[in-house]
C-alpha cells in the first residue's frame, strides 16, 4: 500500500514550540493572584502519626491555609484500589516515605517552604518490612492491617500441562534466582501544575498526566463532586514512562484550589521526585526450564514475588501482565507459574516502562542464554527453535493472534550483527581482537514481547473526535483531531495527524491536533501499554470514516455547512477478545495485540575493573507499520537508553525504607558518553491486521530486551552470569573474583 | 540563601570585605559547589564575596620554571591550556574529567581544593604535581604546601571567611618527566569518582629518580602513597617495579565502605589497577615514547 | 533590592533581584522567559544551561548577581526576527526533540560548542553535550541534529 503522509519522517507537531522554548510545561504557567503549595512528607517508612502541630506554620505571615487529612471530603484514592490516604491525620499510618501530611499553601514560594519546616509532626515508628520475602512470611508485620491478614494482596496461577513430567523429559534444566532493581522513571521535567476554579466553577488542574480522564474519576470522588465538576488540561509532558500514570500532584492541586478557592501553584524539586514517586517492581524470582538436547523447551517452573511498597497502585496489573509474558515469546507445553504482589514500607512500586514485561524479559531471556550455554548451543539457533509464530499456543493457552513478527526482528538484527545462517544452523560473528590486553568481547542475544493495550478482559476503548472545516466547494480546508492522548513526548499527537491526513485525503500542515482538556476531548483513556497508535488511531480512523460520510451528506444535501464533527469510540473487544486468568489454572486469552522485539549487545569488559563498554548495538523492532520511521528510531534508542540504565548504572538504594539515592546526582542515568558507541535501529513491518494501518505499538518493548542482551554480553566475554543487577563494574568483578 | 553579593576589585579589598564581615562573608568563585551547599542549609555565611571581576587572577603563566595558576581559572580552561598541555598535562587531564561542560566552564581549580574534598580531581593532580598555594590574609601573603591545606573531609585550613588563596605554583614538568591521571566512576561524565588517581615521576636514563602518587577518596584528605614512591626511586623503571609500587599503594590505602561508591575492598583493589595503569602511562611519557612533557 | 544589569539576548535589561537568586529563577519567574528549565536543581544535568559571555553554564546554580554586566543568552534568543536559528531548525529536522524538556539546553550547549568549534567530530559533538542529560531519546537524533547543524552552518560560511 503507497501511502502520501504515513510512513514518513515529517516535523513534529510540537518541535517547534519545543526546540523555541515556548512550550509550556506545568510549572511555566502562572495565574494571577496564585498562591504556592508545599507537601509536608513523611519522615517515616511505617509509623502511626501520633500529633500534627500546624500552629506555627499557621501563624507565619503569609501563610494562607495549612490543609489537614480533616479538609479532604473524602480522604482515599488509588488508581485500581483507593488503598491511599490523600493526607494522613492523626491516629493513622503512614506506610511510606511518599504519604503526605498536610499542605502549607501560602503567598510565595519561599513562605510555603519555610512554613512547611515549622510543621510539627509526632511518629510512633513501627517495625519496617524492606524485604517482600519477608514481607511474605506469616508473622511480618503487616503494612495495610485494615485490608486483611496478610501482605500478600494478588497471586497469580499458571498451571498448563503437566510439568512434572516436561522436567522428566529434559535433558538439561537450568534453575536460577533473580533480583531485578528498583529503578526510576527519572522523566526530566519534575511534577508541577496549578489548581484553580474556572469560570464554569470547575476544579480545573493544568498537570501533566498520562490518564486525564481516569485522574477526574479518582479526584471527583475524593472531593465529592460529580465527575463533570472537574476538569484536567494537560498541556505539555516532560516524559512519563509509566510514572505519570498515578497522580502525583493533580489531586493535591484540585484538594488545594477546592479549598482556597484561588489558583495554587505546585512544583516538586528533584528530591521529592525520587523520594516519593512511584518506582519499578523489583521481582524476587525462582526460575527453572527444562529443554531436550535439541533445544526444544519442556517446561518451566517460576515463582515471581513482586514488590509493591506501601501502596497496591498498578501491582496487581503489573503482575498480570508480566507473569502472562514469564515464559517468552516461546512455546513452552508445560509450565507452573506462582506470581504474588506484596505489600511493603519500601518505595510504592507503579508503573513504569514494559509494566512488569521488562522484569519478566530480563528473567526468561538470561534463562535462554544459559540453556544456550548447557546445551553447547548457538543462542539466536536456539531461540529461533522455540519463538513464537502466528497461532502459537501462549503460556495461558491462547493462540498469538496474526501478526507474530519476532522470527523477523531476531533474523534481522542477527544478520546486521553479523550471524550467518547455513541450513537452519547459526552461526556467530567473529568479534575480532578486543582493544586491550585486559578487555575482552562478548556478544548477546535477547528477544522480548510487549501486549498493546489493556488486558485480561479489560474494556479497553478510546474516543477520538475530528472536525473538518469545510470550504465553499466543500472541500477540506483544515482539520482539527480532538484527543485525549496525552503526548508524553513519543510522538502521539503527530501520529494522528498523520493517520488523519492519510485518511481524509489532506495534506500534513492542514490538520492541527487540539491540547489535552478534559471539557474539549474526550477520553482516549490511557497513555500507557503501548496501545494509542493502535487504539486511538483507529478510533481516529473510525471518526475520519464518519466525518466524511456526513461530510458527502452535506454535499448532496447542499446544505452549505462548513463545519463537520464526527466521533468515534473503538473498543479492543470489538476486534480481539480477551478473558481473564483462570482462577486455578491460568489460561487465559490476555491481550488483543503484541509487539516484538530483538536486540544485539557487542560489549568489551575490563576483565581488572568490571567496566562494560557498549561497543555496538543493534535493536530491531516490529512495530506493525513505522507511521513515523524517525520516532521509532527515537522510541528505538529512547528504549535502549533505559534498557542500558537498567543493566549497567542504575540503582536507588533504600535502606529500611529510607531513601538513600535523593538527588539526581546520585543516581545514575547513561549519558551520552554511556551509551553504544554505534547504535543500529531496524524496523520490521509485520502487519497486525487490526491495527491502523497495521500499525501496532512500539513505546515500551524496545526496552525489554536491552538488559539481557547486555548482561548475556557480559557472560560471553568474562564467564559471570549476573542474576542480580545492574551489572556495575564491582558487581562483575566480584563475579570474577568468585569464579 | 545569602543576603548580600559583593565584588571586590583586588585581593587587598576582598580580605579587607571578609575582616569588616567578622566571620558572616565568605569567597565565592564559580559557586558551583556553594550554590548546592547554601540550598540545604549548610552556608552559614550570609555575606557572598565573589572574586570573579578582580583582574589578574584569571591568568595561566610560566616563570622561572613554575606554572602559575590564578584563583578564577576554570577547569575548562585549563583542560584547553597548551601551557599546561605540555608542561603539566595529568592536571589537564585531571580538570577535564570533572562533571560535564557548564561545571568546567564555571568551576575554578582553586574552588575545588578549597572545597577540601578527598576526591577532587584537580587537587589530586596538584598533590601529584607538589603544588603550593599562595595564601592572602590581613597579615599578608605565604605559600604553603598544598597538603598543609587539608584539615579534613570539606574542611580547608584557609578559612573562606577570613582569607583566600590567590594562586597556586608549581615546578612544570621537565625532560623525562612526566604525569598521568586515572579515574574510576559509574559513569563517563557528569559524575564523582569512585577512585582516582594522579602520579607524576621523573626519569634519568631509564631509572626513576622521582615519584610521587596521590590517591583518592581513599582517606578524608588526598593520600600521596609515600612508600610507593620511595619504593620506585633508583630503580628501571619497568613492569615489575610499577607492579610493585602499586601494590604497596594498595596496601597502604585505606577506603571505606561507601554505600554509593562501593565496597571497600573493591575500591582498595581498585587502587593497584589505576595506579599501576597510571605509572605505565606516565613513564612511557617520560620516555618519550608517548609524546612529552618537555617541550617549552 | 538589588538589581541586576546584563545583556540579555543582545538588550540590555535590569532587572530587581534577591541577593541570593539564581540565574535559572530569575530568567523564569522575574523575566518571563520559561525557555530555561530546573531539573535537577543541582546544575547535574543541563536542561537549565545559558550562555554567559559565550560559554555554558547550569543557571539553577549559577548565582544571579554573579551575571551583572556579562551578555547572557537563553534559548529565547536563538530565533530571529521569529525564524529559527538554523541549530532549532536542524533539531526539528533530524526529529531530535521528544518531550522536549532537555531541548533548550542541549541547544544552547550546541550553540556553544559550534560557536568554538564549527567543525566537531563525533567525539566532540558527544563531549559537548556530555552535561546534558536526555531520558527520551537515547541522544543519537540529538547527534545527529548537530551534526546536521555544523553542516549547514558550514555550508553559510561559519555559525551564525
Known amino acids: 500500500m503507497s501511502t502520501r503522509v504515513l510512513g514518513k519522517s515529517v516535523p513534529k507537531k510540537d518541535a517547534a514550540t519545543k526546540v523555541r522554548g515556548s512550550r509550556k510545561f506545568p510549572q511555566d504557567f502562572d495565574m494571577d493572584g496564585q498562591l504556592h503549595a508545599k507537601v509536608v512528607w513523611s519522615e517515616y517508612a511505617h509509623a502511626r502519626v501520633l500529633k500534627i502541630d500546624t500552629a506555627q506554620a499557621e501563624a507565619l505571615p503569609g501563610v494562607v491555609k495549612v490543609i489537614t487529612a480533616g479538609d479532604v471530603p473524602v480522604n482515599e484514592y488509588g488508581i485500581i484500589i483507593p488503598d491511599q490516604p490523600v493526607l494522613v491525620g492523626e491516629r493513622d499510618k503512614v506506610r511510606g516515605l511518599g504519604d503526605r501530611i498536610v499542605i502549607v499553601v501560602a503567598e510565595s514560594e519561599k513562605v510555603a517552604e519555610e512554613a512547611r519546616r515549622l510543621v510539627q509532626v509526632e511518629y510512633e515508628p513501627l517495625p519496617v518490612v524492606s524485604d517482600p520475602r519477608e514481607a511474605m512470611k506469616p508473622d511480618a508485620p503487616l503494612v495495610h492491617d485494615e485490608l486483611g491478614d496478610s501482605n500478600v494482596f494478588r497471586h497469580i496461577k499458571i498451571r498448563k500441562g503437566d510439568w512434572e513430567k516436561g522436567f522428566a523429559e529434559a535433558d538439561v534444566v537450568v534453575e536460577s534466582y533473580y533480583a531485578t532493581p528498583y529503578v526510576e522513571h527519572v522523566y526530566m521535567q519534575p511534577d508541577a501544575g496549578i489548581g484553580y476554579i474556572d469560570d464554569q466553577d470547575r476544579v480545573t488542574v493544568i498537570s501533566s498526566a498520562q490518564w486525564p480522564d481516569h485522574d477526574l474519576r479518582q479526584i471527583a470522588p475524593m472531593l465529592d463532586l460529580p465527575k463533570e465538576q472537574i476538569r484536567e488540561i494537560v498541556p505539555a509532558i516532560g516524559g512519563a514512562f509509566g510514572g505519570r500514570e498515578d497522580m502525583h500532584v493533580q489531586h493535591l492541586l484540585a484538594l488545594c484550589a477546592y479549598c482556597v478557592r484561588r489558583p495554587v501553584k505546585m512544583v516538586f524539586d528533584r528530591s521529592e521526585v525520587m523520594i516519593t514517586t512511584g518506582k519499578r517492581h523489583p521481582w524476587y524470582v525462582k526460575y527453572r526450564t527444562g529443554a531436550t538436547n535439541d533445544g526444544k523447551l519442556t517446561a518451566v517452573e517460576i515463582e515471581i514475588i513482586s514488590e509493591s511498597g506501601g501502596y497496591a497502585s498498578t501491582s496487581a496489573p503489573v503482575i498480570e501482565a508480566g507473569t502472562s509474558f514469564s515464559a517468552g515469546p516461546y512455546v513452552v507445553p508445560n509450565a507452573k507459574v506462582d506470581a504474588y504482589a506484596v505489600y511493603t514500607n519500601n518505595a510504592v512500586t507503579m508503573a513504569m516502562r514494559g509494566f512488569g514485561t521488562t522484569q519478566s524479559a530480563f528473567i526468561y531471556e538470561m534463562q535462554m542464554s544459559k540453556l544456550a550455554e548447557a546445551l553447547d548451543m548457538d543462542p539466536v539457533e536456539l531461540r529461533m527453535k522455540n519463538l513464537f509464530r502466528d497461532g502459537s499456543i501462549g503460556l495461558t493457552g491462547h493462540a498469538m493472534p496474526q501478526g507474530v513478527g519476532i522470527r523477523e526482528t531476531l533474523r534481522e538484527s542477527a544478520v546486521a550483527a553479523g550471524w550467518k545462517e547455513k541450513q537452519g544452523h547459526w552461526i556467530r560473528p567473529d568479534l575480532g581482537p578486543a582493544s586491550a590486553p585486559h578487555k575482552q568481547r562478548g556478544i548477546a542475544v535477547a528477544c522480548g514481547l510487549k501486549n498493546v493495550g489493556y488486558s485480561f478482559g479489560s474494556d479497553d476503548r478510546a474516543t477520538v473526535g475530528v472536525e473538518l472545516a469545510l470550504d465553499y466547494s466543500g472541500e477540506i480546508e483544515r482539520v482539527t483531531v480532538l484527543s485525549g492522548a496525552c503526548d508524553v513526548g513519543m510522538g502521539v499527537q503527530t501520529v494522528l495527524a498523520q493517520m488523519a491526513a492519510e485518511a481524509l485525503g489532506v495534506e500534513y500542515k492542514q490538520v492541527r491536533v487540539s491540547m489535552v482538556d478534559t471539557a474539549k476531548v474526550p477520553d482516549s483513556g490511557s497513555c500507557s501499554a503501548s496501545r494509542m497508535v493502535w487504539i486511538s488511531g483507529n478510533a481516529l480512523l473510525g471518526a475520519c470514516q464518519e466525518a466524511l460520510g456526513k461530510r458527502d451528506e452535506i454535499l448532496m444535501a447542499e446544505t452549505g455547512e462548513t463545519l463537520v464533527r464526527a466521533e468515534h469510540q473503538f473498543r479492543g473487544l470489538s476486534v480481539r477478545e480477551t478473558t481473564p486468568y483462570d482462577l486455578e489454572t491460568g489460561m487465559s486469552v490476555p491481550h488483543f495485540s503484541y509487539g516484538y522485539a530483538s536486540q544485539i549487545a557487542l560489549v568489551e569488559v575490563d576483565t581488572e575493573t568490571g567496566e562494560t563498554e557498549i561497543l555496538k548495538f543493534w535493536a530491531a523492532q516490529d512495530v506493525g507499520k513505522a507511521v513515523h520511521p524517525e520516532m521509532v528510531r527515537g522510541q528505538s534508542a529512547g528504549g535502549v537508553h533505559m534498557g542500558v540504565g537498567y543493566a549497567l548504572t542504575e540503582e536507588y538504594i533504600q535502606q529500611e525504607g529510607m531513601a538513600k539515592t535523593t538527588h539526581l546526582s546520585d543516581y545514575c542515568i547513561p549519558t551520552v558518553m554511556d551509551m553504544p558507541r554505534e547504535f543500529f535501529s531496524i524496523t520490521v513491518e509485520v502487519p497486525d491486521p487490526t491495527g491502523p494501518f497495521g500499525a501496532k505499538g512500539v513505546g515500551e518493548m524496545t526496552t525489554l530486551p536491552t538488559a539481557p542482551a547486555i548482561i548475556s554480553a557480559i557472560h560471553d566475554a568474562v564467564g559471570v552470569w549476573i542474576d542480580e543487577f545492574p551489572a556495575t563494574a564491582e558487581r562483575v568483578w566480584w563475579a570474577m573474583q568468585k569464579k | 540563601m545569602w543576603d548580600e553579593y559583593l565584588f571586590p576589585r583586588s585581593v587587598d579589598e576582598t580580605v579587607e570585605m571578609l575582616a569588616v564581615h567578622g566571620g558572616e562573608a565568605r569567597i565565592i568563585a564559580g559557586g558551583t559547589d556553594l550554590a548546592i551547599q547554601s540550598q540545604r542549609g549548610r552556608v552559614p555565611a550570609k555575606v557572598m564575596v565573589d572574586i570573579s571581576r578582580i583582574p589578574g587572577l584569571d591568568q595561566v603563566q610560566k616563570r622561572d620554571g613554575l606554572v602559575y595558576i590564578g584563583a578564577l581559572v576554570t577547569h575548562a580552561q585549563i583542560a584547553a591550556s597548551p601551557l ?189 589497577i589505576l595506579v599501576r595503569r597510571a605509572l605505565t602511562r606516565a613513564v612511557a611519557a617520560a620516555s618519550g615514547e608517548e609524546g612529552t612533557n618537555a617541550n617549552s | 533590592m538589588p538589581t541586576l544589569s546584563m545583556i540579555l539576548n543582545g538588550q540590555e535589561v535590569t532587572v530587581e533581584v534577591e541577593p541570593g537568586d539564581l540565574l535559572a529563577n530569575v530568567l523564569r519567574d522575574k523575566l518571563g522567559l520559561i525557555g530555561t528549565k530546573i531539573s535537577c536543581g543541582e546544575g547535574e544535568c543541563g536542561s537549565c544551561t545559558v550562555l554567559v559571555d559565550g560559554l555554558s553554564v547550569a543557571s539553577c546554580i549559577y548565582p544571579a548577581l554573579k551575571a551583572e554586566g556579562r551578555e547572557v543568552t537563553t534559548i529565547e534568543g536563538m530565533a530571529r526576527d521569529g525564524e529559527l536559528h538554523p541549530i532549532q531548525q536542524a533539531f526539528v529536522d533530524a526529529t531530535a526533540p521528544q518531550c522536549g524538556y532537555c531541548i533548550p539546553g542541549m541547544i544552547m550547549s550546541a550553540k556553544a560548542l559550534l560557536d568554538e568549534n564549527p567543525r566537531p567530530t563525533r567525539e566532540e559533538i558527544k563531549e559537548g553535550i556530555s552535561g546534558n542529560l536526555c531520558r527520551c531519546t537515547g541522544y543519537y537524533q540529538i547527534i545527529e541534529a548537530i551534526e546536521l547543524a555544523a553542516e549547514r552552518m558550514a555550508g553559510k560560511g561559519g555559525a551564525a
Open chain 2, 84 to 272: 599546561i598541555r605540555a608542561r603539566a598535562e595529568v592536571l589537564a587531564e585531571a580538570c577535564g574529567s570533572v562533571g560535564g561542560p557548564q561545571i568546567r566552564n564555571v568551576g575554578t581549580l582553586v574552588g575545588n581544593v578549597v572545597n577540601a574534598l578527598p576526591a577532587a580531581d584537580g587537587a589530586m593532580a596538584l598533590f601529584a604535581l607538589e603544588a603550593e598555594a599562595e595564601v592572602a590574609e590581613r597579615r599578608g601573603r605565604r605559600w604553603t604546601p598544598i597538603a598543609n591545606l587539608y584539615a579534613g573531609v570539606g574542611r580547608c585550613t584557609v578559612d573562606s571567611c577570613e582569607a583566600m588563596i590567590t594562586q597556586v605554583r608549581f615546578r612544570a614538568l621537565g625532560v623525562e618527566e612526566a604525569g598521568a591521571f586515572e579515574r574510576l566512576a559509574k559513569r563517563r561524565a557528569l559524575i564523582l569518582p569512585i577512585l582516582n588517581t594522579a602520579v607524576v615521576v621523573r626519569l634519568d636514563g631509564g631509572k626513576v629518580e622521582r615519584a610521587r602518587i596521590a590517591i583518592g577518596p581513599v582517606a578524608t584528605t588526598p593520600f600521596v602513597a609515600t612508600e610507593a614512591a620511595e619504593g620506585l626511586m633508583g630503580r628501571k623503571a619497568d613492569e615489575a617495579s610499577i607492579a610493585e609500587a602499586a601494590g604497596l599503594a594498595s596496601q597502604a590505602a585505606e577506603p571505606r565502605y561507601s554505600l554509593l561508591r562501593g565496597s571497600a575492598e573493591y575500591r582498595k583493589s581498585m587502587v593497584e
